[in-house]
Nanobody, 112 residues
Framework: QLQASGGGLVQAGGSLRLSCAAS????????MNWYRQAPGKQRELLAT???????NYADSVKGRFTVSRDNAKNTVYLQMNSLNAEDTGVYYC????????WGQGTLVTVSS
């Protein structure tokens, strides 16, 4: 089970920190992804963090977003800075492999 939180309304240039709590499997041994689904668009992969803490980012968020994890809390985070209107969408997390059912996600709205 995946529960994302931390979304909201923010002005362009602002920041938000998203959280995603995972349950149902051994979190610490799994790589995790963050995704975004903008209005009218397909879900896109934004960031990956491996079990060892290595990270990778989509070009659209590189340098602005930072993914991290706290294995003790079974939680993955997405720190989002310098937000712009194109970052508006519903944000989800999921396991890199053997994806779990998608949770509800958390809505981020960036006003320009």
């Amino acid at each position: 089970q995946l529960q994302a939180s931390g979304g909201g309304l923010v002005q362009a240039g602002g920041s938000l920190r998203l959280s995603c709590a995972a349950s149902g499997r051994l979190f610490s041994s799994n790589a995790m992804n963050w995704y975004r689904q903008a209005p009218g668009k397909q879900r896109e992969l934004l960031a990956t963090i491996t079990s060892g803490g290595s990270t990778n980012y989509a070009d659209s968020v590189k340098g602005r977003f930072t993914v991290s994890r706290d294995n003790a809390k079974n939680t993955v985070y997405l720190q989002m800075n310098s937000l712009n209107a194109e970052d508006t969408g519903v944000y989800y997390c999921n396991f890199l492999t053997n994806r779990a059912p998608w949770g509800q996600g958390t809505l981020v709205t960036v006003s320009s």
